[in-house]
């Protein structure tokens, strides 16, 4: 593979590395906008499928567990197979995740797709990163700022059209248009990508895999952290609308609002946030960014008013979606630094399999607080507690060497 970074210049939207960087960053959109459109739907689908909150909880949990659990697989394939063979097969397990879900007429059906679902997202998301690496090194983070915006914008795209699948009780057609462009993007990654398909025997080296990974006591720590902001990020998103629904009775209009802004605020977030962790240090912008996260949810949670409850979530937006970019063009600097014996794919699939996986658990934990204390606010006031402790870590961790 041919990488820009032996160039004087990166460019990141033109060439063959800005192509496959933005056809990249179309398939996490398209990927994105599918996986949204589930907390959205969540209320006419909880109630088409008879769900309580914990239940419809549980199954956002599933399609996050089976997305970290296909990380380090993916990565650690995409590191002996290739790139361009996980990608395309992860986007054809999504694609047919999605088919399922349309068809779905039990809760079992439910899970079933949605795990589909995340085992095609998980597998995409390592190779994506990985193969960004080799094309950038000193553009690494805006590289991996504009794929963490597509993402956002998917979800943008999402919150409006599952708030008029909502508003019309459509909500099995809402996909439609989703899967049409996965056959878009399937159809281009296999015309432009350069690389050969491989089909082989893997290993997955977990024993080498942990003894990398863990050996280092600074990532260690930094896994925690990532740990609290995947679990707060995830249980976030899942039920903003929801919460925006019962809880503040606002109406449908302005919950689909107030999702879409959760998503639309982290597109620049995430761009300025690659582009600052370029600039200067990139674990001061990562506790920046968890702090003021924390303190938006502190505004949305002692408000019942609108504009407010919005102002929380702008904030929130703000300050969250600036730390994936950052964080993980540090940990990539770290592994390319230390190199020895590391597969940037597979080791960091396997730092995301643990993060994604334990934060899975957010939305169970919203649904299960919310069926034994009916309260979203004693929910949402541990997601703050849980980011606060993640920028206090990363603090601590700034001074570690290793």
């Known amino acids: 593979m041919a990488s820009s970074s032996n160039d004087q210049t990166e460019y990141l939207l033109r060439g063959y590395a800005g192509r496959i960087s933005i056809l990249l960053a179309l398939g996490w959109l398209v990927i994105m906008t599918g996986r949204s459109l589930l907390p959205p739907l969540l209320p006419i689908i909880s109630l088409e499928l008879s769900l309580d909150e914990f239940q419809a909880g549980f199954a956002l949990t599933v399609v996050w567990l089976a997305y970290s659990l296909a ?3 993916g990565g650690r394939f995409s590191d002996q197979l290739g790139k361009k063979t996980v990608l395309v097969v992860s986007l054809l397990i999504m694609l047919i995740g999605l088919i399922l879900l349309t068809q779905i007429n039990s809760y079992y059906q439910f899970l079933a797709a949605g795990a589909l679902m995340g085992i095609g997202a998980g597998g995409y998301f390592c190779p994506t990163r990985a193969l960004l690496s080799d094309l950038y090194t000193k553009k690494r ?3 991996f700022g504009i794929q963490v915006a597509s993402g956002r914008t998917g979800s943008t795209i999402a919150a409006s059209i599952g708030t008029i699948a909502l508003a019309y009780g459509v909500w099995r057609r809402a996909f439609i248009p989703v899967i049409i462009l996965f ?8 015309i432009w990508n350069k690389e050969k398909y491989k089909f082989s025997r893997v290993t997955l080296d977990l024993s080498g895999t942990g003894a990398r990974v863990f050996s280092s006591r600074k990532l ?6 990532y740990i ?3 679990f707060t990020s995830q249980a976030f ?4 609308p929801t919460f925006l629904l019962t809880a503040r009775e606002f109406t449908v209009a302005q919950a689909g609002f107030g999702f879409a802004i959760l998503f639309l605020i982290g ?3 995430t761009l300025i946030g690659g582009a600052l962790g370029d600039r200067f240090s990139r674990m001061h912008i990562v506790v920046a960014a968890l702090s003021i996260g924390a303190f938006g949810i502190l505004i949305l949670t002692l408000s019942s008013s609108f504009y407010v409850v919005l102002l929380g979530i702008i904030v929130y937006a703000l300050g969250i979606w600036a730390f994936p970019p950052v964080m993980q063009s540090y940990i990539f600097t770290m592994f390319s630094e230390e190199n020895e014996g590391i597969t940037a794919g597979g080791d960091f699939g396997a730092l995301k399999t643990i993060y994604t996986g334990v934060g899975s658990f ?3 934990y919203v649904g299960l607080i919310v069926v034994y204390f009916g309260d979203y606010g004693i929910a949402f006031m541990g997601l703050t507690i849980a980011l606060v402790l993640g920028a206090i870590i990363l603090f601590f961790t700034n001074r570690m060497k290793n």
């Not at 260690?220 to 952290?225: D, E, F, G, H, S």
């Not at 998103?237 to 903003?240: D, I, T």
């Open 71 to 73: 990380q380090y697989p």
């Open 141 to 143: 983070g805006q590289a």
């Open 183 to 190: 056959g878009v993007v399937i159809i281009l990654l296999h």
């Open 220 to 225: 260690r720590w930094i896994l925690i952290a």
């Open 228 to 230: 609290f902001f995947a």
């Open 237 to 240: 998103a899942s039920f903003l």
């Open 267 to 269: 597109i620049p977030s």
């Open 362 to 364: 957010g939305s169970t």
